[in-house]
């Protein structure tokens, strides 16, 4: 009963930027954790970034330095800031939420992707 719904991929140049979107919606009591993670063909998918609730966040080595995430709470949205983008970065990227519900239960969701392509 929870779904997260992604904006903002699309094309851009290589040294470009990006913002992607992600909001939450449904019965959610608290969200644990939110980020993104990414899926190029071919590829296994792959951690982005993670932003824990409390404030801890979590990077991939790839994209330590370029890539920002960041949360707002009262709208239950995380968004991925993303600089000097490479060839590299091209994939699907998918948001997720450990979203614990009215029962206490924690279960992972996972939006629907959005396709970000970077050209040369």
């Known amino acids: 009963q929870v779904q997260l719904v992604e904006s903002g991929g699309g094309l851009v140049r290589a040294g470009g930027s990006l913002r992607l979107s992600c909001a939450a919606s449904?019965?959610?009591?608290?969200?644990?954790?939110m980020g993104w993670y990414r899926q190029a063909p071919g590829k296994q998918r792959e951690l982005v970034a993670m932003?824990?609730?409390?404030?801890?966040?979590n990077y991939a080595d790839s994209v330590k330095g370029r890539f920002t995430i960041s949360r707002d709470n009262a709208k239950n949205t995380v968004y991925l800031e993303m600089n000097s983008l490479k060839l590299e970065d091209t994939a699907v990227y998918y948001c997720n939420a450990i979203v614990t519900n009215s029962g206490l239960i924690s279960i992972s969701y996972w939006g629907q992707g959005t396709q970000v392509t970077v050209s040369s």
């Open positions: 932003f824990i609730t409390g404030g801890t966040t």
């Open positions: 449904g019965t959610i009591f608290r969200i644990n954790a």
